[in-house]
């Protein structure tokens, strides 16, 4: 059991570069989530999705996309990749969506754009 | 304005000694969680608090929920090497239940 996997783990972009950071988990959970991790802001929310096939924005969704690809994975897209999107992304599940319910996440993927 | 504020930002204690880091809202919570982060790892979660005044104890880790629902406290008791990490503390509300975090506390426990 894997829980939540994410590649790449480093990747480094040149300014106006594209790329797709993929996220899969196997814990048959219905919620996915995209966060974000930078120095002195603590984890903040990207995009979610509450269920396969629907996907909605969180505090901080300029400049990505993301895909429900099946109830597995949840991949975020940056079209344009920009230095202000240099960061830590993390993709964490949970299994029906209720407050309080645990959010387990993958080890991340380090990004580095110059 | 940051819904949680945690703090202290960092501490750095001797093995051994005790500690309480903090996470304050003026907003009232249904629930309130802390997670732990190693570096290069993503957060884990250590507990969930849900009734005012609530306490939950994992081994050394004392957690407890504020009689209002709007601020929570760990207490480390005889710390440990082991227990050095980034602690957050976060609520429900960012959206189908997505997180909102605290900028968390950096612990480091010295040998």
């Known amino acids: 059991n894997a829980g939540v996997t994410q590649t790449p783990k480093f990747q480094v972009l040149k300014t106006g570069q594209s790329m797709t950071l993929q996220c899969a988990q196997d814990?048959?959970?219905?919620?996915m989530y995209w966060y974000r991790q930078d120095p002195g802001m603590g984890l903040r929310l990207i995009y979610y999705s509450a269920s396969e096939g629907t996907t909605d924005k969180g505090e901080v969704p300029n400049g990505y996309n993301v895909s429900r690809l099946n109830k597995r994975e949840f991949s975020l897209r940056l079209e344009s990749a920009a230095p202000s999107q240099t960061s830590v992304y993390f993709c964490?599940?949970?299994?029906?969506?209720?407050?309080?319910?645990?959010?387990?996440f993958g080890p991340g993927t380090r990004l580095l754009v110059l | 304005t940051q819904l949680l504020e945690q703090s202290p930002q960092f501490l750095s204690i001797q093995e051994g000694e005790n500690l309480t880091v903090y996470c304050n809202s003026s907003?009232?919570?249904?629930?309130l969680q802390w997670y732990r982060q190693e570096p290069g790892e993503g957060p884990v979660l250590l507990v969930t608090v849900v009734t005012g005044g609530e306490v939950k104890k994992l081994k050394r880790l004392t957690f407890q929920f504020g009689d209002a629902r709007k601020d929570s406290s760990l207490h480390i008791t005889a710390a440990q090497p082991g227990d050095t990490g980034l602690y957050l503390c976060?609520?429900?509300?960012?959206?189908?239940?997505?997180?909102?975090f605290g900028k968390g506390t950096h612990l480091i426990i010295q040998p």
């Open positions: 814990m048959n959970h219905n919620s």
């Open positions: 907003s009232v919570f249904s629930s």
């Open positions: 976060a609520v429900n509300g960012g959206g189908a239940d997505g997180l909102t």
């Open positions: 964490a599940s949970r299994p029906t969506g209720g407050r309080g319910e645990t959010q387990y």
